[in-house]
Structures are given as C-alpha cells and as structure tokens.
C-alpha cells in the first residue's frame, strides 16, 4: 500500500524560508512520479512541482520557478519541497501525490496523495 505523509508546514513571514516533507512508503519504483501541489482558501488545487522518482528535470508551476526546488532523500524515501523566500500569495494546503503515468502537472493523473499540511505565510 503506497502511503504519503506530509510534514513542515506551519506560520512563516514573508521572506522567510520552509521545507516540506513528504515521507513515502509502500512498493515504489523507478516508475513513479512524485508532484506537490496547493490549495489555497477559496481557489481550487493547483501544481507546483513534480519529478520523476528515478531524478532528471523537475517541472515547475510558473508562479513558483526560480523559487521552489523539489528534491530527494533517497536513503529515507523522503521528498522535499524548498523555498528560501517565501510569499503571502504561497499561503495553502500543500500535498504531495503519487502517479505511475509520466511526469504531468495534471492532478488527475496523480493515485495516490497525502493529507496536506498548511503553509501560512503572514506580511
């Protein structure tokens, strides 16, 4: 059974930084994608960024590249996603999701998702 489970989130001012968790266990392989994703209040999910379990190009949302890396730990099947400047407009729910079919930013692709965990970012 795959399982995703986020961490990290929290109150952050403007300018500051965070990392995002996401602990992934069950029968992964090389096929999977992982992507992130947000919600924020009021607005409907929207990608943010994603790579392919094996590593090569991430894809990134526009309203966050240059801003936010996605990366991995592969010794600890864990994925992560940064940012060293945050922005009032990142405020969400963040999730990370699972998908067996190609790296894509489209959520309905994505199996398997996390329960989020909310990321508040004050000016």
């Known amino acids: 059974q795959v399982q995703l489970v986020e961490s990290g989130g929290g109150l952050v001012q403007a300018g500051g930084s965070l990392r995002l968790s996401c602990a992934a266990s069950?029968?992964?392989?090389?096929?999977?994608?992982i992507g992130w994703f947000r919600q924020a209040p009021g607005k409907e999910r929207e990608f943010v960024a994603a790579?392919?379990?094996?590593?090569?190009?991430?894809l990134y949302a526009d309203s966050v590249k240059g801003r936010f890396t996605i990366s991995r730990d592969n010794a600890i099947n864990t994925w992560y996603l940064q940012s060293p400047s945050l922005e009032p407009e990142d405020t969400a729910v963040y999730y990370c999701?699972?998908?067996?079919?190609?790296?894509?930013?489209?959520?309905?692709?994505?199996?398997?998702w996390g329960q989020g965990t909310q990321v508040t970012v004050s000016s």
């Open positions: 999701a699972a998908s067996r079919r190609g790296l894509t930013t489209n959520q309905i692709e994505y199996e398997y």
């Open positions: 069950g029968p992964f392989s090389s096929t999977y994608v």
């Open positions: 790579r392919n379990w094996w590593g090569g190009s991430p």
